[in-house]
């Protein structure tokens, strides 16, 4: 069976400091990968998505970057981190081509002070 | 572009009662899905329901079932007998099918089931 990984599942970061949150599929193979933020009280924004190794599309403009160095494997970065990214990041994964349903990860939270 | 719009942020249903989710979308296409996800307070992210649009008979999943018009675009979600897990921020989505990338989301309505 298919599972995504997310991790860390909490994370505290000051202002100006680099992120990165790793997310690992497993039990299938070439899938798209996304990266949503959940700001609180907000609904989900999808942030990238991959739908293959080194292929990223970026639908907002902002300091995040996203690599996908391998298959199943999405990262999601930042050099120097923004009050305003703090927020629930979810990672998804659909199988490619069929791309019918999304399965999300536990996510993680994310507060930078 | 297609927009997926969700007007109602709450919800309060009583227990057992039945509550009616309103999710409208615009699209130019005329194939593509549909899907309600279910985010509990876990955050943990579940797929409630699908329909694809080439089909005129309304999904249905146990309690959950949807309303379907395909004309009006409209997609709403119908949960009876209502139950305190149900309590959870529901998003509808729609994902094109010709387009093999990504699915929009809505912005979610906050369901309260009270006791």
């Known amino acids: 069976s298919q599972t995504i990984h997310q991790w860390p599942a909490t994370l505290v970061q000051p202002v100006g400091s680099p992120l990165s949150l790793e997310c690992t599929v497993e039990?299938?193979?070439?899938?798209?990968l996304y990266w949503y933020r959940q700001a609180a009280g907000r609904g989900l924004q999808l942030l990238f998505y991959s739908v293959g190794i080194g292929q990223i599309s970026s639908e907002v403009p902002q300091n995040l970057s996203a690599s996908r160095p391998q298959d199943r494997q999405f990262i999601l970065s930042s050099k120097k981190l923004l009050l305003s990214d703090s927020g629930f990041y979810l990672c998804?994964?659909?199988?490619?081509?069929?791309?019918?349903?999304?399965?999300f990860g536990p996510g993680t939270r994310l507060t930078v002070l | 572009a297609q927009t997926v719009t969700q007007s109602q942020p709450e919800m309060s249903v009583q227990e057992a009662e039945t509550v009616t989710l309103s999710c409208t979308y615009d699209t130019s296409e005329s194939d593509y899905y549909l899907f309600w996800y279910k985010q509990p307070p876990s955050r943990q992210m579940i797929l409630v329901i699908r329909q694809e649009a080439y089909k005129q008979q309304n999904a249905t999943e146990n309690r959950f079932s949807v309303n379907f018009q395909k004309a009006a675009k409209s997609f709403s979600l119908k949960i009876s007998d209502s139950q305190l897990g149900d309590a959870a921020m529901y998003f509808c989505?729609?994902?094109?099918?010709?387009?093999?990338?990504?699915?929009?989301f809505g912005k979610g309505t906050r369901l309260h089931i009270l006791p």
């Open positions: 039990g299938t193979s070439n899938p798209n």
């Open positions: 998804a994964w659909s199988v490619h081509p069929d791309n019918n349903e999304q399965f």
């Open positions: 989505a729609y994902r094109s099918a010709y387009r093999d990338d990504k699915i929009i």
